[in-house]
Structures are given as C-alpha cells and as structure tokens.
C-alpha cells in the first residue's frame, strides 16, 4: 500500500518549536526580523511570500515585503541590490529572503554577492553555498531551505536513502543542486535531469525516488512543460513532488500526476507537502541568523 507523504503536521510541530525559540530571543531583547523581497510580479512568487509572512505572524517574528517588481525592468536590478545593502544595516531586520526564481533580465549571483552572509536564510550566498560543500551542521547552518526541508521530510517518514539511485528533475540553486549534494551526503546516488540530459525518461524509470521540482506544468506551458505521470516510474518508487505554477486566476498545477503515481509508487508526497518544508525550514533559518546576530551583538558590547 503507498504511504502518503503529508509535511502539515510536522510544519505545524516546527512552527510551535520556532515560536518557543522566537520567545526566548524577546526574552534577551532580541526579535527576528525577516525582510522578503518580490523582483517580479508573479502569483506564484506572491502565494510563497503570503504564507511565509503569515507563518511569521503566528512565530512572534517581524516581517515586512518590499516589491521591487514596482520599478521599470531595466533599474530593477541596481534598485533591488540598493535594497538589499539597505537591509544588510539594518538592526531589526536578521534575515533577507530574495524571492525565486528572478526575471531573467537580473543577475542572480550578482544579487546575492550583495546579501549578507548572515542574514542569507536561502544559504545561496558564496559562502553559504562553500559551507554546503564543506563541512555543514543543519542545527547552525544556513541551508537552502527546500532542499534541507525534503532531507527532514525523508527522515520523518525514516525513508533511507543510502544505496538509492535518485533522479532530479531539475537543478536549480535553490532545489536540485545542493539536494543533489545532500543526498549524496547520505550516501544516495543522485543524478540532476535536465532539458539537455541524453535519455531523460529511462533514468527516471530506473530511479528508487524522483524528485520533480521543473514548474513547468503541460496545462500552462504545452509541449514545453512537464508532468511526472505513473507510466514513468518503477513500481515502490518514492516520488516527492516540488514544482507548482498558480495562475493569475487562482489555479494551481503540480510537476506530479498524483492519481497516476500514488498507483505505482511506495511513498508519495501529497501536492503541496514540499511547501510546507521549505516554509518550516525559512522559519528555522531565520533563527538561526537571529541566534547568530545575538551573539554578535553580545561579543561586541563585552569588547566596548
């Protein structure tokens, strides 16, 4: 029988955690603060910040989002890293979230040479992607937040991936590259799929678990789009589903064909699950960068 993969309780579990940890640092006079960024005028982008902003409220943690998608395409880019140094000063704001993917016309790696190191609660500055490589301790570090939210989300349900063959379908900064890595971590061996990759659809018939995180789905994008569908995968497959596309008029599609799949694979995740990982996973980040800014704070005033 497949096992339904469903985050909301443990996001729910999380979240409480949080919230104790957001009390202790009022407690020292400390409040995290988390500053979202919109570069584009996207309702996938808009439906992401919405709920993290509200899962803030409910944590004790301020947040405040800046649309800088207000200004003309082409001073976007110089205005949203003026924004960013702004924010880097700025005392009540401990965590700086640049909202993904960015239009196309803007530099990612540009932008985020910019944020703060500390405050970087995606881990996709330099150096936080340098620690990912590195040597890295979930508990303290800032890790991408989807990526480290689907190895919690696997050890939750106590999936072992050692010994795996998993294709991702995807590899992005944000998702496929640095879950490739933490896979790999865990003794998996994973494979990132892409437009360009020779034999796509036999790797992923192959695979032990498929992650899709393309966002591209058939109903909006046509020939060009993609959807994980039962026929695809091996029988006792685990499949994770992360890439979603919500439209203007409220619509939403997933990279998965959860009827078709939840037919064939071991475990599944439900539509949305991912979601709520990367959300429970931004909040604990943030607190991070908060523990870290207190302990900045307190290392300076025993120096002055």
Same mark, same amino acid.
């Given at each position: 029988m497949t096992v339904i993969i469903d985050a909301k309780p443990l996001f729910i579990k999380i979240r409480e955690e949080v919230k104790a940890e957001v009390s202790k640092l009022k407690e020292r006079g400390i409040t995290p603060g988390l500053a979202a960024i919109l570069s584009e005028d996207d309702p996938t982008s808009k439906l992401y910040v919405s709920k993290k902003v509200k899962d803030c409220a409910k944590c004790g943690i301020y947040s405040e989002v800046w649309e800088i998608y207000r200004y003309p395409p082409e001073e976007r880019e110089n205005e949203l890293i003026n924004l960013i140094s702004y924010l880097n000063l700025r005392h009540d704001v401990t965590g700086i979230l640049v909202q993904l993917p960015l239009p196309s016309y803007i530099d990612v790696y540009r932008v985020f040479d910019h944020v703060s190191v500390a405050k970087d609660v995606d881990g996709l500055t330099p150096t936080n992607k340098g620690k990912q490589y590195s040597r890295y301790d979930p508990s303290k570090d800032l890790l991408p937040c989807t990526a480290i939210g689907i190895v919690e989300l696997l050890d939750h349900y106590r999936i072992n991936v050692d010994g795996m063959f998993v294709t991702i379908i995807g590899r992005s900064d944000l998702v496929g590259k640095p879950l490739l890595k933490l896979l790999l971590d865990r003794n998996a061996t994973p494979v990132c799929l892409h437009t360009h990759t020779?034999?796509?659809?036999? =790797?992923?018939? &192959?695979?032990?678990?498929?992650?899709?995180?393309?966002?591209?789905?058939?109903?909006?994008?046509?020939?060009?789009?993609?959807? =994980?569908?039962? &026929?695809?995968?091996?029988?006792?497959?685990?499949?994770?589903?992360?890439? =979603?596309?919500?439209?203007? $008029?409220?619509?939403?599609?997933?990279?998965?064909?959860?009827?078709?799949?939840?037919?064939?694979?071991?475990?599944? $995740?439900?539509?949305?699950?991912?979601?709520?990982?990367?959300?429970?996973?931004? =909040?604990?980040?943030?607190?991070?960068?908060?523990?870290?800014?207190?302990?900045?704070?307190?290392?300076?005033?025993? $120096?002055t």
């Open positions: 020779r034999n796509a659809l036999s =790797l992923i018939a &192959e695979a032990d678990m498929v992650v899709s995180a393309v966002g591209r789905p058939p109903e909006l994008y046509g020939g060009e789009g993609f959807k =994980l569908r039962g &026929e695809m995968i091996k029988e006792g497959a685990v499949v994770v589903n992360v890439g =979603l596309k919500r439209t203007d $008029t409220g619509l939403v599609y997933y990279d998965v064909d959860f009827d078709s799949v939840v037919e064939r694979a071991s475990f599944v $995740t439900k539509n949305e699950t991912v979601g709520y990982m990367t959300r429970a996973r931004l =909040l604990k980040n943030t607190v991070i960068a908060t523990r870290e800014f207190a302990r900045s704070l307190e290392e300076r005033s025993l $120096t």
